[in-house]
């Protein structure tokens, strides 16, 4: 059996970095990814129009209905798993193509700040890292990859170093003018994405033709596929498994020897030996790999400390933008937001903040006359006034990192292939509560403030667990491998060839979202890998 250099398990964002930068340095790489080569021609985004969907996705999540009829998403019933008896669902996103999630993200790049790695407040640890020692691996994954600016710096929000910014919508210069006449210290700045707005490393600019998160098929927008996954294999250094699905990695000696894998097309299993190993199939897998592998675990905490994002909206029009013609605005999403910046207001009500996302106008889709009374001419005639004018705004906030919070291997649920699935221990606490009441009054604010019709808000509630995709937690970082699962080079604590590189290894979820840090983290720990190899750490 060949002896490769690097076996990555795992191909969307982490594990596509950690290609590129082995490739790059002429390391011999594997890549085990669980779904297949998908061609970006089969993405959703103008194959299937909502109005295609079996119920015009208005029965549960439209998005998940999109990727389920594509074919894009993991099957649950083949790979199924479970909730604690009493515990409320746990919405998992795994799509099986190779970019993994990445092919279906907004592109949303804000970097965490100070505050994220060292918290201000004494809930749980910090991180072992500060902002100075990543900010120089965002600075060149943002060059990388293509990162609009945010033109400024924010509270504790950083400054990046990027493409020219986006142009707001119409609706966001309204929102922005309330905004900041709130009294709350709220700036509204654009928004860092990976959505390019000039041409960029042979990509594309981004051509407004639809909705970023159902999958970009110019290249203009960030994904692992295309930036880092096929160009690693352009180098010859890089061999890609699909239909590879991790069971376990074996150690012998205090050291990672192999991964076994079921091969989907030969319903088989199989193994695949390298001197280094590194897990970057998504934190919530990554942990799954681990706990059935029963390796790295002398801490006790791989799967705990789970945690992501808790949201929050609130909706209704603005009469300044009613019956205006109709243009393209259904493109990337909104254009603009609002840093944390709650420690202005929020007191002791809770600790930890939220970015705000106030956007509007020209949708892909109206729900305008589910709102309206009447029928015939004149009630089409108001949906149409109402259809340029949609307004709202979404809140994203963070969910602190709770121990109890956790997954773990439940051997009665198990995959097609014999493998155990997870068991999902997961609730909000009354910080969260607080923090979505303190959200929802926020939000009724800006939209009175910017003289908007709202729509009745009834019994509000946060969307459920696991919506935001943003999964992060289950192999935490520190220095004591007690109280931690890796070093801060995302190396294991008790298998040193082995390398976790995506956000299983987070301390706290921040309140941005985690793929830009996911990046430069994996860039940070691949670096690594490339020091120690050369220095002939595993020969």
Not at 346 to 351: E, F, M, S, T
């Amino acid at each position: 059996m060949k002896t490769y250099d690097v076996a990555i398990i795992g191909s969307g964002a982490a594990g596509g970095m950690t290609a590129h930068v082995l490739t790059q340095a002429g390391l011999d790489c594997v890549m085990l990814e669980a779904g297949p080569m998908r061609s970006p021609a089969e993405f959703p985004v103008h194959r299937m129009r909502r109005w295609d969907l079996p119920y015009r996705g208005l029965r549960g999540d439209y998005f998940q209905e999109w990727l389920t009829m594509t074919n894009f998403l993991a099957d649950d019933k083949k790979e199924p798993y479970s909730v604690a008896p009493g515990g409320q669902p746990f919405e998992w996103w795994r799509v099986r193509a190779v970019g993994g999630k990445s092919l279906f993200w907004a592109g949303v790049t804000p970097r965490f700040g100070p505050n994220e790695f060292q918290p201000k407040d004494d809930f749980d640890t910090r991180w072992p890292l500060k902002y100075e020692d990543v900010a120089p691996y965002y600075d060149k994954v943002e060059s990388l990859i293509g990162v609009s600016s945010t033109v400024e710096a924010v509270g504790g929000f950083p400054l990046n170093k990027g493409l020219k910014p986006m142009r707001p919508k119409l609706a966001e210069i309204i929102f922005k003018q309330a905004a900041e006449s709130l009294g709350k210290g709220l700036k509204m700045i654009p928004i860092p994405k990976a959505i390019l707005t000039e041409n960029h490393r042979g990509r594309p600019a981004c051509h407004h033709c639809g909705p970023c998160w159902q999958g970009c098929d110019s290249g203009s927008k960030f994904d692992s596929l295309r930036v880092f996954v096929q160009g690693a294999r352009r180098t010859g250094k890089l061999e890609l498994l699909t239909g590879a699905r991790v069971r376990s990695i074996e150690v012998k000696d205090g050291q990672a020897s192999a991964v076994h894998y079921w091969d989907v097309a030969d319903k088989t299993y199989r193994s695949v030996q390298a001197k280094t190993y590194v897990l970057a199939a998504g934190c919530i897998e990554s942990a799954q790999i681990l706990l059935n592998s029963k390796i790295a675990n002398s801490s006790g905490l791989i799967g705990r400390y789970l945690s992501e994002h808790l949201y929050a909206s609130v909706g209704g029009y603005l009469p300044q933008l009613m019956g205006r013609k109709v243009v393209n605005e259904d493109g990337n999403g909104a254009h603009a937001f609002i840093p944390d910046l709650t420690e202005n207001w929020r007191g002791n009500k809770y600790i930890r903040g939220y970015q705000i996302f106030p956007t509007g106008g020209t949708g892909e889709f109206t729900f305008a006359g589910k709102n309206l009374p009447g029928f015939g001419q004149q009630w089409k005639k108001s949906i149409r006034d109402y259809y340029t004018a949609s307004a709202g705004v979404t809140f994203q906030g963070e969910v602190l990192p709770y121990r109890d919070n956790r997954v773990e291997i439940d051997e009665n649920v198990k995959d097609d292939a014999g493998i155990p699935g997870l068991r999902f221990h997961y609730q909000w606490r009354d910080n969260e509560t607080a923090m979505f009441k303190d959200m929802m009054e926020v939000g009724q604010e800006m939209m009175h403030k910017a003289g908007a019709e709202m729509l009745p808000v009834k019994n509000p509630k946060p969307l459920e667990y696991g919506h935001s995709i943003h999964y992060v937690g289950t192999a935490r970082m520190g220095q004591d491998a007690k109280s931690s699962v890796v070093n801060p080079w995302n190396q294991a604590h008790d298998v040193p060839n082995l390398f976790i590189n995506d956000a299983a290894t987070f301390v706290t979820a921040g309140n941005q979202n985690p793929t830009i840090t996911i990046l430069a983290l994996a860039m940070r720990s691949s670096e690594r890998i490339v020091d120690l190899m050369r220095r002939g750490v595993w020969a």
